[in-house]
């Protein structure tokens, strides 16, 4: 199975700041992920990227899927309070769309007012 | 609100006892699959259900079960409860599994599960 590995762990950044937390796997991605989690609770969907090349944008977060589909990057611009929580990438392990994910261990998003 | 809702929130058990959790999937959604998370970790992949059927397994010992039902709910069964097991169960729903839908999985708000 693949490994997916987030960085950075925990980010602190003020209220306005634009950030970027990336997620690199050790295999070709078929199918990569991001969620969100507050603490303690369910995992919030945010986008999912299939192609090398891939970007996609929802509100102030872009996601990009790099060309040889072995790393992608999440990008919030002019953070704001409601962005804070736990970031979650998550790839298909048993190829596209089985539902089967392996997750990074998460980046801890805070943002400062 | 993904509509994916799981039974109890939270749950205390003692070291070697046995534990059911339950979900209740989207309306059609006939894929389901458990996760779990500890503490400052992602969530692993325990196994998937796919019309009533295991469709998957990750790294889990047999004492991890599972069922699936018609009416779209789900059991997670966990024997001989060690310390270990301590962490938020998670489950998803999602439709066909290797369709080449872009659609995802909806996750629901998971249950606390302590082992003492």
């Known amino acids: 199975s693949q490994e997916l590995e987030q960085s950075p762990q925990s980010l602190i950044v003020q209220e306005g700041k634009n950030l970027t937390i990336n997620c690199t796997s050790s295999k070709t991605l078929y199918g990569l992920y991001w969620y969100k989690q507050k603490y303690g609770e369910g995992l919030i969907f945010l986008m999912m990227?299939?192609?090398?090349?891939e970007e996609k944008s929802h509100e102030k977060i872009t996601a990009k899927l790099d060309e040889k589909k072995q790393q992608s990057s999440l990008h919030i611009t002019a953070s704001q309070p409601s962005h804070a929580g736990i970031y979650l990438c998550g790839a298909d392990d048993s190829g596209a769309g089985s539902y089967q994910l392996t997750f990074g261990k998460g980046t801890k998003l805070s943002v400062i007012p | 609100e993904t509509g994916v809702t799981q039974s109890p929130t939270h749950l205390i058990k003692t070291r070697g006892q046995q534990v059911t959790l339950r979900c209740s999937s989207q309306s059609g959604h006939n894929t389901v699959s458990w996760y779990q998370q500890a503490l400052g970790q992602g969530p692993q992949f325990i196994f998937q259900y796919y019309r009533e059927e295991e469709n998957g397994r990750g790294n889990f010992p047999p004492r991890f079960s599972g069922l699936q039902f018609p009416n779209y709910s789900s059991e997670l069964n966990v024997n001989a409860l060690e310390l270990d097991d301590s962490a938020l169960y998670l489950c998803?729903?999602?439709?066909?599994?290797?369709?080449?839908?872009?659609?995802?999985?909806?996750f629901g708000p998971g249950t606390r599960l302590t082992v003492l």
């Open positions: 998803a729903s999602s439709l066909d599994p290797w369709t080449g839908s872009t659609d995802t999985q909806y």
């Open positions: 990227l299939q192609k090398g090349g």
